[in-house]
């Protein structure tokens, strides 16, 4: 079977509401645990600037939506 995380991310949900929110999905596929944070890291940095890329906000907001992004996709990642 082969897995994919899919990571909802709903880092434009703190900007335009949840019809902007992106899906990023993440392959598990051959990947070690450190592989699969990292890209889930990098996938929430990402998303969370392309949400936030034509609207001052503090970092402490864009600090915020990448948390909780890297949360909602870790607890996909455990349920599956």
Not at 20 to 27: D, F, G, M, N, Y
Not at 34 to 40: D, G, L, N, S
Not at 57 to 79: F, G, H, I, N, Y
Request: include cysteine; charged fraction near 20%.
């Amino acid at each position: 079977m082969i897995r994919i995380l899919t990571a909802a991310a709903i880092a434009a949900a703190f900007v335009a509401g949840p019809a902007a929110a992106q899906t990023l999905r993440i392959s598990t596929v051959g990947k070690s645990a450190e592989q699969v944070q990292t890209e889930i890291r990098a996938a929430a940095r990402q998303a969370c600037a392309d949400a936030f890329a034509n609207i001052p906000t503090p970092l402490e907001l864009q600090s915020a939506c990448r948390r909780d992004v890297e949360r909602k996709a870790e607890t996909q990642l455990k349920a599956c």
